[in-house]
């Protein structure tokens, strides 16, 4: 009997976003800010905390929307919305 499984699904959710996070963090670095994951919620809402020069910026929701929650959906499906907190 084969017993394949997907290992990716295996993982807990949290670990599977901070791989994501770790992944775009060089980018968000690059800029001078950095970002850390607070929680992932039950109904897969990722809460990241904002630090350098992130916190302020105009462009941080932008860099959210589009770029972190955008990742996380693609590659953590049961992520279902990311929020900043302070």
């Known amino acids: 009997m084969d017993h394949a ?3 990716t699904n295996a993982e807990p959710l949290r670990e599977r976003v901070a791989k994501v996070l770790n992944v775009i963090r060089p980018a ?3 800029d001078g800010g950095d ?7 039950a109904d897969g809402v990722v ?5 350098g020069a992130c916190v302020g910026c105009p462009s941080s929701s ?3 929307k589009h770029g ?3 990742n996380l959906r693609t ?4 992520v279902r919305g990311i929020e ?3």
């Open 28 to 30: 968000v670095q690059s």
């Open 5 to 7: 499984r997907d290992d």
């Open 68 to 70: 972190i929650e955008r």
């Open 75 to 78: 590659y953590v499906p049961e």
């Open 47 to 51: 809460r990241i905390r904002l630090h």
């Open 62 to 64: 932008m860099t959210l």
């Open 35 to 41: 970002l850390e994951l607070v929680d992932v919620t």
């Open 84 to 86: 900043s907190v302070a």
